[in-house]
């Protein structure tokens, strides 16, 4: 951390160097604080969960994401108030564990973005991307690409083209942008959680198979 110094109209702060998601930010003293307790109650919260490290990192991503959000050409340093926000779209890990008090309600920030599906692509991610986008069956979207492409060369010109410009949904959060589901402490753990059942389910199936394999052999 480092200790830098700027000056408000009245008041001086010191402000600290943090790395949050691969990204450098300067936060003021208040908010550096406020985060150290918030990241060792999610720490504290996902100790004994699948995936803590995944889970921890994604929370940590989305939370630089926010950040940006709230910097500018005329705003570089990141307030208490700035953190406050932030903590107020993916919730408390009190409300996780069930011992967060009533009321407050966490405020959610839904925003569904195009992106290319690494989990069910059969090509590129392309059709199940906007299918997930659009709430629709991949199936669908295939079939209109194959029969564009059936019908001239503008379905594979249009499907290369949105291979290049759509990004790869590559963390938890952005798969939950493009699904449109809010991108929430709770949503976050549920589908890292959801990711490790469905590893555990193929490893399982994978050496029953191989099991029945050697057994006929």
């Known amino acids: 951390p480092g200790n830098e110094r700027y000056f408000g109209e009245r008041t001086m702060k010191v402000t600290v160097d943090i790395n949050l998601g691969g990204d450098v930010f300067h936060v003021d003293e208040d908010a550096y604080q406020g985060l150290r307790h918030y990241l060792t109650s999610l720490e504290r919260a996902f100790a004994e969960e699948d995936g803590a490290g995944e889970i921890i990192a994604d929370i940590e991503g989305r939370m630089g994401e926010l950040f940006k959000l ?25 409300a996780i564990s069930g011992t967060a008090p009533a009321g407050g309600a966490a405020r959610h920030l839904l925003s569904r973005r195009f992106y290319r599906d ?5 090509l590129g991610g392309v059709c199940a991307g906007l299918a997930a986008y659009f709430s629709w069956h991949p199936m669908i979207l295939r079939i209109l690409f194959i029969v564009l492409a059936l019908a001239g060369s503008f379905g594979i010109w249009l499907y290369l083209v949105l291979w290049i410009v759509l990004p790869e949904a590559l963390t938890t959060a952005q798969k939950l942008e493009m699904r449109g589901d809010p991108v929430t402490i709770a949503n976050i753990r549920d589908s ?17 198979t191989n099991l029945k394999t050697r057994r006929e052999t």
């Open 118 to 122: 690494p989990d069910r692509r059969i």
């Open 70 to 94: 709230r910097l500018g050409k005329y705003k570089q340093v990141i307030t208490l108030g700035d953190l406050e926000e932030v903590m107020g779209v993916l919730g408390s890990p009190e």
């Open 192 to 208: 890292v959680k959801a990711q490790y059942e469905a590893v555990r389910e193929k490893m399982h199936l994978q050496s029953g």
